[in-house]
């Protein structure tokens, strides 16, 4: 039996990867900014990665640590202050999920990605990290939104390959229990869509029209954008399509 902390387990991904762990077996730890009573086997701790506080003694007795928890900014300081606490209590195994094109896009979110990922890959423990593309619900929340303007703008070149949270999770349960890989190939979904056929697919789908107008990325973003480098075009491959997604949530 393997013990386990996850930061972010009461998350999008947290809540699928967590009781995967638990179904096999394995203790799991949980890493909160909120008293949480323990809950279906799993233990809770209370810290704050950002301001390293009660770090070392989540981690401390641990096997390994998967870092799931994330935000818009402040993801470099709280992955040094994960990994530092990681290193000083001897974990076997640290697991991080990131971004495809992290490396790759210049956007202020996606560097601090890149920084999380070398301060994970600098830490001293073994280490392993996954970058994913952007899951299915986020997608669907983005296109939503856009589709409430009367006039959607659509983003010339911008492409997409929405991948199921609950792929990224199988995987990431896999590396969790397996030996360290270093950095593993991208997975993102099993198909490329342009900004537009994703919000015509909604769009359809809610029996709704909107007129749409074309818009232009500016700089090295939207270069990057263009060049499909949020892409994976040979990394592996999630099961769940798009359109399964779109049709079940859509449904209830």
Do not use: C
């Amino acid at each position: 039996m393997t013990s386990i902390l996850v930061t972010g387990g009461t998350g999008t991904l947290g809540s699928l990867v967590t009781p995967l762990l638990r179904d096999a077996g394995h203790d799991v730890r949980i890493l909160s900014r909120q008293d949480r009573a323990p809950a279906a086997g799993v233990e809770y701790v209370t810290g704050d990665l950002v301001e390293d506080e009660g770090v070392a003694g989540a981690v401390a007795g641990v096997d390994v640590v998967l870092h799931l928890a994330g935000g818009p900014k402040g993801d470099d300081v709280a992955t040094r202050n994960l990994a530092r606490a990681a290193a000083q209590a001897g974990v076997r195994h640290l697991v991080y999920i990131s971004v495809i094109g992290a490396d790759r896009v210049p956007l202020a979110w996606l560097k601090s990605k890149l920084d999380a990922e070398r301060a994970i890959a600098e830490s001293g423990v073994p280490w392993t990290t996954l970058r994913a593309a952007q899951f299915h619900g986020l997608t669907l929340a983005m296109v939503a939104k856009m589709a409430k303007l009367p006039v959607v703008p659509v983003p010339g070149g911008l492409r997409l390959q929405p991948v199921d949270a609950a792929d990224v999770a199988a995987r990431l349960v896999e590396l969790t229990l397996g030996e360290p890989a270093g950095l593993v190939p991208d997975l993102a979904g099993p198909t490329v869509y342009g900004l537009g056929e994703l919000i015509q697919g909604y769009l359809g789908a809610r029996g709704k029209r909107r007129m749409k107008v074309p818009v232009r990325i500016p700089g090295k973003a939207g270069r990057a954008y263009r060049a499909g480098e949020n892409l994976s075009l040979d990394g592996a491959v999630g099961k769940r399509t798009w359109e399964d997604f779109l049709a079940e949530h859509l449904s209830q």
